[in-house]
């Protein structure tokens, strides 16, 4: 693999992505890690990441000196530039000029005439994406110097001989023009490592080492409908076969077609055994008379582990009794999650991640967990390449709790219903005008607990609003509003206020987030 070397900030993952979609398989590693540790894993090349601190500041992140004398071919971003100028001789001064943001950077040699030139065939201006404080302001010797900006006199350096290089900018942010290239030549050319990290091959690794753990074990899987947990029992099923049963739980707040996607489109398309949990009644009296938003995720939360759990007894019993117990569960957990939680290589504890559906923590399975190295547009490539409908793998994120928080206020039949006709307009207006790429998703909002007066024909109406939430966003952790073009909201509005018995207004929600979150509860 190559190995991220994480210094902290949030640039090692977008590192690990980048090096991905130059199709080389790379992980996230801890600064923390010793020359040892990483001589162990046998890495193909080495990308030292950007980080938060000064190389001065007491605290400041390290690095393992030894990791430099590897002879591995080694590419520092940033604050990992620095820390490589630093490690090597080289010299890193606070100049009291910050670079922040796009920059102009002259590349130094663009004809390839100086050897460690890894930024040859670049075009010597480019526009690059920075943010540091210090600089590098003497290669370290035996390194040419590569680039430079007004401001910075070594912006990026290099040698061949040691096939060491280094980048002050950050070539892994789309704002930098070039950086990808950056990024791909290292990887090609300097590293010598061949692009043969693709789908394909993820789904032949995949099934052995599924067929390595469950052997002919029973494995469990609880399907939500969304693209992880679909992929995950895809994966498994072309693994393992009909060792694997997968429990829907219709809790009565999905969308118009969800269960009939999972239960018709992706069953037709995989072969897994199915089993659908008709839950709704049970979920819609356990929410009757509530409307604090809370108290609904709660109640969901706890039906669905009851449901879940009632199910998975029964299955249980039934296989037991044919001498065939259940001894594995399926999660769609993905490397985000893991690096996030601290995880697999034990990077910063960002936050703690649990997973769709709250499963219970006393389960007595062993965990597979199929999507446990990659990324969400992997799981997406994988779940193409596995044959999934596309209404699941390109489903645009949906929350647990379902329609229950969309609705402000209690959560009733007809108000699901009300709801379910609004978001299905909205959603088949969005995709004619071909905006599904550009969605990160669009809540479709009842305000069921504010009415408004409206004139219908010759009388007075008096319904509910409709809210659109159409938002822009790579992580979910922060969003900005869609600007929709107007003839969109109109035909939008314009179609719920006339198809959509008891709404008389559509609204537009204008917030980024944050203030707002995306899901109105
Ligand atoms: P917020 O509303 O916090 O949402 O800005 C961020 C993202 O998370 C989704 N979301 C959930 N997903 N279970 C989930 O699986 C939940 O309980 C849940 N609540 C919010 C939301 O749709 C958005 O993508």
Same mark, same amino acid.
């Given at each position: ?270 072969? @897994?055994?199915? &089993? $659908?949990?008709?839950?709704? *009644?049970?979920?819609?009296? #356990?929410? +009757?008379? /509530?409307?604090?938003?809370? %108290? ?111 609705? @402000?206020?209690? &959560? $009733?039949?007809?108000?699901? *219903?009300?709801?379910?006709? #609004?978001? +299905?307009? /909205?959603?088949?207006?969005? %995709? ?90």
């Amino acid at each position: 693999p190559v190995l991220v070397v994480d210094f902290g900030a949030q640039y090692a993952q977008l590192i690990a992505r980048r090096v991905r979609e130059a199709g080389v398989y790379s992980e996230i590693v801890p600064h923390t890690i010793t020359a040892e540790e990483i001589a162990a894993k046998q890495p193909a090349g080495i990308v030292l990441s950007g980080g938060p601190s000064s190389v001065y500041e007491p605290g400041s992140p390290e690095l393992d000196p030894g990791i430099l004398q590897l002879g591995v071919p080694t590419l520092g971003i940033c604050y990992g530039f620095q820390v490589m100028a630093q490690q090597l001789g080289g010299e890193v001064a606070k100049t009291g000029r910050r670079e922040y943001g796009s920059t102009q950077v002259h590349v130094a040699h663009p004809d390839g005439s100086v050897a460690g030139s890894f930024l040859s065939g670049q075009p010597e201006e480019q526009t690059a994406w920075m943010s540091h404080g210090d600089s590098v302001v003497q290669a370290p010797e035996g390194f040419e110097v590569l680039a430079t900006t007004d401001d910075t006199p070594v912006a990026a350096f290099g040698s061949d001989e040691r096939k060491l290089y280094g980048v002050q900018w950050h070539p892994e942010v789309r704002h930098s023009q070039h950086g990808q290239a950056v990024i791909e030549r290292f990887l090609h050319k300097e590293a010598g490592i061949p692009a043969d990290w693709n789908s394909g091959n993820v789904i032949a690794d995949q099934v052995a080492k599924i067929r390595a753990q469950v052997g002919s074990g029973r494995v469990l899987c609880a399907l939500s409908g969304g693209v992880d947990s679909a992929v995950a029992a895809a994966l498994v099923h072309e693994a393992v076969g009909d060792q694997l049963v997968c429990v829907f739980v219709d809790h009565g707040l999905l969308r118009a077609g969800e269960r009939e996607q999972v239960e018709r489109d992706y069953v037709a398309a995989t072969g @897994v055994r199915l &089993v $659908t949990v008709d839950a709704v *009644d049970r979920f819609l009296d #356990a929410l +009757a008379g /509530v409307s604090d938003p809370e %108290t609904k995720r709660k109640i969901i939360g706890r039906e669905f582990i009851r449901v879940f759990e009632q199910a998975q007894a029964e299955l249980i019993a039934e296989f037991a009794a044919e001498g065939d117990p259940i001894r594995f569960l399926v999660q769609g957990t993905l490397y985000p999650d893991v690096v996030e939680s601290g995880g697999g290589s034990g990077t910063a504890n960002i936050k703690s991640h649990h997973n769709v559906g709250g499963l219970p923590e006393d389960l007595q399975f062993e965990l597979v967990e199929p999507l446990r190295t990659l990324f969400k547009d992997e799981v997406r490539a994988i779940g193409r390449e596995l044959g999934l409908p596309e209404v699941i793998v390109g489903r645009q994120p949906f929350p647990g709790p379902g329609l229950g928080i969309r609705i @402000v206020g209690e &959560v $009733t039949r007809e108000r699901l *219903d009300l709801l379910r006709e #609004a978001d +299905a307009i /909205v959603r088949a207006e969005l %995709t004619a005008a071909g905006l599904d790429g550009e969605i990160w998703q669009c809540p479709v909002v009842l305000l069921a607990d504010v009415r408004s007066v409206g004139v219908m024909g010759d009388g007075r109406t008096y319904g509910h609003p409709i809210v659109l939430r159409p938002v822009s966003s790579e992580d979910a952790m922060t969003a900005d509003w869609i600007r929709l073009p107007y003839d969109l909201l109109a035909r939008i509005s314009n179609r719920i206020t006339n198809e959509v018995a008891g709404v008389n207004r559509v609204v537009l929600d204008v917030t980024s987030k944050p203030p707002g979150t995306i899901e109105w509860e």
